[in-house]
């Protein structure tokens, strides 16, 4: 979808062998190298695309020999089609608490129920009421410190903000090989649809200002 990366992950539900897929989250895009800058659940791929993401998915875990647990599975959307990246045996970071903002479904509480032999009976895709997204935020320019942030209060106060995580203030060493990691501050909550979570992106952008320096 407009303003989101060719990248999306798949949180799967196995039972005795059954797989069923709980959602799928898209990415906003990247910065460069390589660095993931928030995700945000439901997706916004066309549902042929969504299709053909699942069916992958589903394929993935068959080969694998899954047979009770969660899985979270990343998957690059190319021109010949969707190929998996990676498939992971747990709940991708992060993930659980935006689907359960967005649905009010939680996967780690499943991944645990599975863990001590309850059953779980999941049916498709989870519905969801509202977006749930998770950001993180990077200075315009790969600075070596940080200086200054403003504008975060301002954030903080938007509709759609429900929590705000500083991780690097003014004094602070900042180095883009940390990758996703080294990013100023993240926050996350839900929006109404896609269009209001681009409109908060936007907003961020223009709200709040990172100053800093280079060795």
């Known amino acids: 979808g407009r303003g989101f990366a060719n990248f999306v992950s798949v949180e799967s539900v196995v039972e005795d062998g059954r797989v069923e897929h709980a959602g799928i989250s898209t990415r906003t895009p990247f910065r460069w190298p390589f660095r993931e800058t928030g995700y945000c659940t439901p997706c ?10 699942l069916e992958l998915a589903g394929a993935a875990a068959h080969a694998l020999g899954a047979n009770i647990g969660c899985l979270h599975t990343e998957i690059k959307l190319t021109d010949e089609g969707p190929v998996v990246v990676e498939v992971n045996g747990r709940p991708g ?3 659980s608490e935006m689907l359960e903002r967005a649905s009010g479904f939680s996967i780690l509480r499943t991944a645990l129920r599975l863990a001590v032999g309850d059953r779980v009976g999941l049916r498709g895709l989870v519905p969801c ?11 315009d320019e790969d600075y070596d410190w940080i200086d200054s942030v403003e504008g975060l209060e301002a954030l903080r106060a938007l509709s759609g903000v429900e929590d705000l995580v500083l991780v690097r203030g003014p004094g602070q060493r900042i180095d883009w090989r940390e990758g996703s990691e ?34």
């Open 182 to 215: 080294a990013h100023v501050f993240h926050y996350e909550g839900t929006t109404a649809d896609h269009d209001e979570l681009r409109r908060l992106i936007a907003t961020t952008a223009q709200l709040v200002r990172i100053e800093g320096h280079n060795d």
């Open 93 to 95: 970071g992060g993930m």
């Open 44 to 53: 916004a791929m066309s549902d042929e695309l969504q299709a053909q993401v």
């Open 129 to 139: 009421s509202r977006v749930g997204y998770l950001l993180y935020v990077f200075p």
